[in-house]
């Protein structure tokens, strides 16, 4: 590795060993084929704790080809659960695994578990390519830019995305993801996005899961092109989120919660 000149007024110089304990070693850069039932999880990485707690950087990857892809028009999505940790305390986390998805934490010791998510279903992994690879790649130091981790949240009944219904809350909720700083709302199709965006619709933020009880609101906005640009800052305190009609016109929209982390 070409390093340059040092300053003149050093007396020695340490040339950097070209290879190290991250040379070959796939603690440090990790590649796996995966293909797990629907229902299993499988351990990508797992590096216990190697030394001082700093903060490292996650960068997180993916691989297919498309003429291994049988069933191609449901699609697929991956999962990453992440445990990391510094002495006696872990934080997890779960992020969409999308190519380029990249973070920083404080940490000694990580742990990344992978799991199929919605739109894959059943058990025999049509919708997903028979050559899929997950990458893992840590390094020491933070870095900024990159792609956020991001998450989608499932309604408490499992259900992907919100239906909205003339003048009312809808039911049930979504629990907000942890780490969660921005929200995205992502209409299906056309006639969603038109439906959305041509009534009187808020997005409504709940201290608790039951907003038609006694669950304390922590915030309301309405819902423009502006707001589906540029997202909405999650407001302090809020635990649970949905969509509301006002007026109707909702025309049963359909629209998933795509949550922006802060890690």
Do not use: C
Not at 222 to 238: M, Q, T, Y
Request: a negative charge; proline letters at 8%.
């Amino acid at each position: 590795m070409n390093r340059d000149a040092p300053d003149p007024t050093i007396s020695a110089y340490v040339q950097p060993a070209p290879h190290g304990i991250w040379s070959d070693n796939n603690n440090f850069g990790f590649e796996l084929p995966f293909g797990p039932q629907r229902n299993n999880r499988e351990r990508i990485i797992n590096l216990p704790e190697w030394g001082e707690p700093v903060v490292w950087t996650v960068s997180l990857g993916l691989e297919f080809s498309e003429n291994a892809w049988v069933g191609a028009e449901r699609g697929f999505d991956v999962v990453a659960e992440i445990a990391y940790g510094v002495g006696g305390a872990t934080e997890t986390v779960e992020v969409d695994w999308v190519v380029g998805t990249t973070f920083s934490a404080p940490m000694n010791a990580i742990s990344i578990n992978a799991f199929w998510a919605f739109p894959e279903t059943g058990s025999s992994g049509s919708s997903r390519p028979d050559d899929l690879k997950l990458r893992v790649l840590l390094a020491r130091g933070a870095r900024g830019g990159g792609l956020p981790p991001t998450k989608f949240a499932n309604l408490l009944n499992g259900e992907p995305y919100v239906t909205l219904t003339d003048n009312a809350i809808a039911a049930p909720v979504a629990r907000i993801p942890r780490f969660s700083k921005r929200l995205l709302l992502a209409p299906l199709d056309r006639d969603d996005l038109t439906s959305l965006l041509g009534s009187n619709n808020f997005v409504r933020f709940f201290s608790a899961p039951d907003p038609g009880g006694t669950a304390f609101p922590t915030g309301a906005f309405a819902i423009d092109a502006e707001l589906l640009r540029s997202g909405i800052d999650v407001p302090a305190f809020s635990k649970f989120v949905t969509l509301e009609n006002v007026g109707g016109g909702a025309g049963g929209a359909e629209v998933q919660l795509n949550f922006q982390l802060d890690l």
